[in-house]
């Protein structure tokens, strides 16, 4: 694929978001997400696992544990450290995307069904 050229663009859009809206951004950290996944693609394995760290701290951070976005970014974290040959990180960190999913369709639950 075309991997090369989609990193260089999701540099710029991310270095102009973080500059013009701050890191905290949803769409900030969509595009650093965004960049993560292509340095997957492209094998570049430590890279992507900085940048997914960075966006999961930011997101538990600002909208909470049990958030999706949040819980994409763990997903996404997991799947890294599993490439990386960290399995017991990545389920640690699964174990906590499952909490987190359970948590959240208990209050749903709670909420519209109760």
Same mark, same amino acid.
């Given at each position: 694929?075309?991997?090369k050229e989609? +990193?260089?663009l999701f540099v710029q859009v991310m270095e102009m978001e973080s500059r013009v809206l701050g890191l +905290?951004?949803?769409s900030t950290l969509i595009s650093m997400a965004n960049l993560a996944s292509?340095?997957?693609n492209l094998g570049r394995w430590k890279e992507a696992e900085e940048l997914f760290v960075q966006?999961? +701290?930011t997101r538990k951070r600002v909208l909470g544990l049990e958030h999706p976005d949040t819980v994409t970014s763990m997903n996404n974290l997991a799947f890294t450290f599993w490439s990386l040959d960290l399995k017991n990180k990545a389920i640690e960190l699964m174990s906590g995307v499952? &909490?987190?999913v359970r948590k959240r369709l208990a209050l749903i639950i &709670?909420?519209?069904i109760k």
């Open positions: 694929g075309r991997w989609a +990193e260089e +905290e951004n949803p292509t340095y997957l966006v999961m +701290e499952v &909490d987190s &709670d909420t519209h």
